[in-house]
């Protein structure tokens, strides 16, 4: 039997037309099974054999809204076509490949006519075909309707496509940070019950039902109430979300994903126009200042610094507030509670290590609004798009772009839902290098670290600090995505779209909500992972503690200070004074007194687990200027990155002479002898790179599919970390720095 192949398009797209040339009179009319569409069915021949062709009525997309959008669907769903001609008027392609992208979504086989060769070209619009056929992954054939030009042709590509067995695989469209997630978890939720499966793809339906479309949704609620329940409330979650952030819909959000999609698609050099650039849209002529070969990335830059420089400076005064009251917390504590462990636990182990953390959320809060500005008014799109072409040349792929600024590119990100972005990667080989460097970007966790160090010790040119630091991570990332591309994961490129939604104004309550909730999941993270590790570091910080012997060495020495000075100086000490109208000798007696105590703590917290680990790792990380204290944090810092400065504050708090005056962090650690700029560079440099935090090393194993690449990510990233700081180090100091 002959196969059947289907007519689509547009309306007016000269379907009728290209059906009459290819069939001739061998064609009759009928109606689709109860309704009162027509059907026109007709045979074409040539040397190769027969096809069946059926014309479906002209739409423009494949929504349940109209009712010759059900029929072609059903038809196609249900007579299950080898293969889909569709019609695209060339004059008017951004429009109509609208509707090829939902073929292409569905999985259907489809070959594009790009028909009404002629207007386009009186309108001095030049079509690439080749490279459309190219991005797209599907056949594209010039043609003109009505002079039969190209029918041919088309008809070779037809018969190719009917006789390739493989079904291609769908097309997967990003939809954006805040739809992807929920159609994600909904295509799971679809999966698992196989609702409507055999029908539709899990995706596609779960596309529907955010779409809106009565006649899947009735369908799955008719094949699993509950099911489908679950799946309307989680789209109308979406759907209340949506309008209180961006006041919009979940339709809207998806249209407009697949015309940045075609828009970039055809960004890529399918169309060229002479002259006559009037009807240009004005988003098109902000691209096209904004993408500009030269301007776009002096721009980009611009805009990066000048986001670092905002947040630093208006951060610093609320910063200061906050760890003055973590101070004052601190402190209260302090005067308050009888020595002892239960105390220890309570400031070192609790205050500190929290409130070291929730010190940076006003910095935090500051660069997530940046970035939701920049991400809602449509911006980090085109600096995804610019990044391409830069990203090709280190074997990654367009769409990867996205994943590392998600991972925290621009700073404040999280290498997680990064790793999880990557899923739009169609090559398995850029796939796997985009999710093994992603973790080198600043995500929101290493960003107190970084500003704690530039704070201290860079305090000239914070911003300046910053971006070097971000352009260090990214050229890291590149280099290493390029050597895994040309050793462990060689393979050829594929070509690449990418979605440039329009510009959009974004709403001032859309930023707050989505800085909000950025903000709290950081927050919520310091309120659970970050205080149990505290108080798990400070644990190991504490325990076993000093002996009995060792003890009674430092009280004994105590005491003979004591009895040395006498009875009186002992009694104006306790008499708690002012300290500026003490005697001298109680001063003298006052600082002896401390400097031993600072003895013993730094005594006790080198005996501890911890120091011994530390201790243990200091003739290796001594080639990287790092002393046992900053191995303790680091090793905390696999945990979650947060924790190096948590563990930093537990670890000098504790060494301090006077818990009561804590000053802040940045503080103490530039006074101390250990520190020095390069010190802190070459931190910096292997905070970068070091093994990825837990979290995110489970999320590449999982995604990349074996613990293979989840142990190669530690293991790697910590070599080369170490090796990138020991250089820095050694040659910073044999520079004299
Ligand atoms: P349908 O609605 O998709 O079935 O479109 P039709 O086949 O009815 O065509 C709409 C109009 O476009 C008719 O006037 C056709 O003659 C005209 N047309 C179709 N194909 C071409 C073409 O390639 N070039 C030009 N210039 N006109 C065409
Ligand atoms: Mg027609």
Same mark, same amino acid.
């Given at each position: 039997?002959?196969?059947?192949?289907?007519?689509?398009?547009?309306?007016?797209?000269?379907?009728?037309?290209?059906?009459?040339?290819?069939?001739?009179?061998?064609q009759h009319?009928?109606?689709y099974?109860?309704?009162?569409?027509?059907?026109k069915?007709g045979t074409?021949?040539?040397?190769?054999?027969?096809?069946?062709i059926?014309?479906?009525?002209?739409t423009? !997309?494949?929504?349940?809204?109209?009712? +010759?959008?059900v029929?072609?669907?059903?038809y196609?769903?249900?007579?299950?076509?080898?293969v889909?001609?569709?019609?695209?008027?060339?004059?008017?392609?951004?429009?109509?490949?609208y509707?090829?992208l939902?073929?292409?979504e569905?999985?259907?086989?489809?070959?594009?006519?790009?028909?009404m060769?002629?207007?386009?070209k009186n309108?001095g619009?030049?079509?690439?075909?080749?490279?459309?056929?190219?991005?797209?992954?599907?056949?594209?054939? =010039?043609?003109?309707?009505?002079s039969?030009?190209?029918?041919?042709?088309?008809?070779?590509?037809?018969?190719?496509l009917?006789r390739?067995?493989?079904?291609p695989?769908p097309?997967?469209?990003?939809?954006?940070?805040?739809?992807d997630?929920?159609?994600?978890?909904?295509?799971?939720?679809?999966?698992?019950?196989?609702?409507?499966?055999?029908r539709?793809l899990?995706?596609?339906?779960?596309?529907?039902?955010?779409?809106?479309?009565?006649?899947v949704?009735?369908?799955?609620?008719?094949?699993?109430?509950?099911?489908?329940?679950?799946?309307?409330?989680?789209?109308?979650r979406?759907?209340?979300?949506?309008?209180?952030?961006?006041?919009?819909?979940?339709?809207?959000?998806? $249209?407009?994903?697949?015309?940045?999609?075609?828009?970039?698609?055809?960004r890529?050099?399918?169309i060229?126009? +002479?002259?006559?650039?009037?009807?240009?849209?004005?988003?098109?002529?902000?691209?096209?200042?904004?993408?500009?070969r030269?301007?776009?990335?002096?721009?980009?830059a611009?805009v990066?610094?000048?986001?670092?420089?905002?947040?630093?400076?208006?951060?610093?005064?609320?910063?200061?507030?906050?760890?003055? *009251?973590?101070?004052?917390?601190?402190?209260?504590?302090?005067?308050?509670?009888?020595?002892?462990?239960?105390?220890?636990?309570?400031?070192a182990?609790?205050?500190?290590?929290?409130?070291?953390?929730?010190?940076?959320?006003?910095?935090?809060?500051?660069?997530?609004?940046?970035? !939701?500005?920049?991400?809602d008014s449509?911006?980090?799109?085109?600096?995804?798009f610019?990044?391409?072409?830069?990203?090709?040349?280190?074997?990654?792929?367009? $769409?990867?772009?996205?994943?590392?600024?998600?991972?925290?590119?621009i700073?404040g990100?999280?290498?997680?839902?990064?790793?999880?972005?990557t899923?739009?990667?169609?090559?398995?080989? +850029?796939?796997l290098?985009?999710?093994?460097t992603?973790?080198?970007?600043?995500?929101?966790?290493?960003?107190?670290?970084? $500003?704690l160090?530039?704070?201290? *010790?860079?305090?000239?040119?914070?911003?300046?600090?910053?971006?070097l630091?971000?352009?260090?991570?990214?050229?890291?990332?590149?280099?290493?995505?390029?050597?895994? &591309?040309?050793?462990?994961?060689?393979?050829?490129?594929?070509p *690449?779209?990418?979605?440039?939604?329009?510009?959009?104004?974004?709403?001032?309550?859309?930023?707050?909500?989505?800085?909000?909730?950025r903000?709290?999941q950081?927050?919520?993270?310091?309120?659970?992972?970050?205080?149990?590790?505290?108080?798990?570091?400070?644990a190991?910080?504490?325990?076993?503690?000093?002996s009995?012997?060792?003890?009674?060495?430092?009280?004994?020495?105590?005491?003979?200070?004591?009895?040395?000075?006498?009875?009186?100086?002992?009694?104006?000490?306790?008499?708690?004074?002012? =300290?500026?109208?003490?005697s001298?000798?109680?001063?003298?007696?006052n600082?002896?007194?401390?400097?031993?105590?600072a003895?013993?703590?730094e005594? &006790?917290?080198k005996?501890s687990?911890?120091?011994?680990?530390?201790?243990?790792?200091?003739?290796?990380?001594?080639?990287a200027?790092?002393d046992?204290?900053?191995?303790?944090?680091?090793v905390?810092?696999?945990?979650?990155?947060?924790?190096?400065?948590?563990?930093?504050?537990?670890?000098? !708090?504790?060494?301090?002479?006077?818990?009561?005056?804590?000053?802040?962090?940045?503080?103490?650690?530039?006074?101390?002898?250990?520190?020095?700029?390069?010190?802190?560079?070459?931190?910096?440099?292997?905070?970068?790179?070091?093994?990825p935090?837990?979290v995110?090393?489970?999320?590449?194993?999982?995604?990349?599919?074996?613990?293979?690449?989840?142990? *190669?990510?530690?293991?790697?990233?910590?070599l080369?970390?170490?090796t990138l700081?020991?250089?820095?180090?050694?040659?910073?100091?044999?520079?004299?720095?």
């Amino acid at each position: 039997m002959a196969p059947t192949i289907a007519l689509a398009g547009n309306p007016n797209s000269g379907k009728t037309t290209l059906f009459n040339a290819l069939t001739g009179a061998r064609q009759h009319v009928g109606n689709y099974p109860g309704v009162t569409v027509e059907k026109k069915e007709g045979t074409y021949s040539d040397q190769r054999g027969q096809i069946h062709i059926v014309d479906l009525p002209g739409t423009y !997309s494949l929504t349940a809204y109209s009712l +010759e959008e059900v029929v072609a669907r059903d038809y196609l769903v249900d007579e299950n076509p080898r293969v889909v001609i569709n019609i695209v008027d060339a004059s008017n392609l951004e429009r109509n490949l609208y509707l090829t992208l939902q073929f292409l979504e569905m999985g259907i086989p489809v070959c594009i006519a790009l028909n009404m060769m002629d207007v386009a070209k009186n309108r001095g619009v030049s079509i690439d075909s080749d490279k459309l056929s190219d991005i797209l992954n599907i056949p594209v054939v =010039p043609t003109i309707a009505r002079s039969g030009m190209g029918k041919k042709e088309l008809m070779a590509s037809a018969f190719w496509l009917t006789r390739r067995n493989e079904q291609p695989s769908p097309l997967n469209i990003s939809y954006g940070d805040d739809v992807d997630p929920v159609l994600e978890k909904m295509t799971r939720d679809i999966r698992k019950p196989g609702l409507l499966q055999g029908r539709y793809l899990p995706r596609w339906v779960a596309l529907k039902y955010l779409e809106n479309d009565e006649q899947v949704i009735s369908l799955g609620r008719k094949e699993n109430p509950e099911v489908s329940n679950q799946l309307e409330e989680r789209v109308a979650r979406l759907a209340d979300h949506l309008k209180r952030t961006l006041s919009t819909y979940p339709e809207a959000v998806i $249209a407009d994903h697949r015309y940045g999609y075609i828009r970039s698609l055809i960004r890529q050099g399918v169309i060229s126009m +002479e002259g006559d650039q009037d009807r240009l849209h004005l988003s098109d002529k902000i691209d096209r200042v904004v993408t500009h070969r030269f301007l776009g990335p002096i721009m980009m830059a611009a805009v990066l610094f000048g986001l670092y420089h905002v947040t630093f400076t208006f951060s610093e005064t609320p910063v200061g507030w906050l760890e003055g *009251f973590f101070g004052w917390l601190g402190g209260m504590v302090d005067a308050n509670l009888a020595d002892g462990l239960f105390k220890s636990l309570i400031t070192a182990g609790i205050i500190d290590g929290v409130g070291g953390v929730l010190g940076f959320v006003p910095l935090i809060m500051l660069m997530f609004f940046g970035i !939701s500005i920049l991400q809602d008014s449509g911006y980090l799109a085109r600096v995804a798009f610019m990044l391409d072409r830069v990203f090709r040349v280190f074997g990654l792929h367009g $769409a990867s772009v996205m994943a590392f600024i998600v991972s925290g590119g621009i700073a404040g990100g999280c290498a997680v839902p990064g790793v999880m972005a990557t899923r739009t990667l169609k090559s398995p080989k +850029e796939r796997l290098a985009t999710l093994l460097t992603v973790p080198f970007m600043n995500c929101g966790a290493k960003l107190p670290v970084f $500003a704690l160090l530039v704070g201290a *010790f860079l305090s000239e040119g914070r911003a300046g600090a910053m971006f070097l630091i971000t352009v260090i991570s990214w050229g890291g990332a590149l280099l290493v995505a390029r050597l895994l &591309r040309s050793t462990a994961i060689r393979g050829e490129s594929t070509p *690449f779209v990418m979605e440039l939604p329009p510009y959009r104004f974004p709403t001032f309550k859309g930023l707050l909500i989505h800085t909000w909730e950025r903000t709290w999941q950081y927050i919520k993270k310091a309120g659970t992972i970050i205080l149990s590790i505290s108080v798990l570091l400070w644990a190991m910080m504490t325990f076993p503690g000093l002996s009995e012997p060792e003890t009674e060495v430092y009280n004994n020495a105590r005491e003979a200070l004591m009895a040395a000075e006498g009875p009186s100086v002992m009694a104006e000490l306790e008499s708690q004074t002012a =300290p500026e109208t003490l005697s001298e000798s109680a001063v003298t007696l006052n600082a002896q007194l401390a400097s031993l105590d600072a003895q013993q703590a730094e005594a &006790r917290l080198k005996n501890s687990i911890a120091g011994r680990i530390g201790t243990a790792l200091e003739p290796v990380s001594r080639l990287a200027g790092f002393d046992w204290r900053t191995n303790i944090a680091l090793v905390g810092g696999f945990a979650a990155k947060e924790v190096v400065v948590s563990t930093l504050g537990t670890a000098y !708090s504790l060494g301090e002479v006077d818990t009561g005056e804590s000053g802040s962090l940045g503080d103490v650690l530039s006074a101390s002898p250990a520190w020095s700029p390069l010190v802190a560079w070459s931190l910096i440099i292997f905070i970068i790179f070091y093994a990825p935090c837990f979290v995110a090393v489970v999320c590449i194993a999982r995604e990349a599919g074996s613990w293979k690449w989840g142990a *190669f990510s530690m293991l790697f990233n910590t070599l080369l970390a170490f090796t990138l700081a020991v250089a820095v180090f050694q040659i910073g100091s044999a520079l004299g720095f």
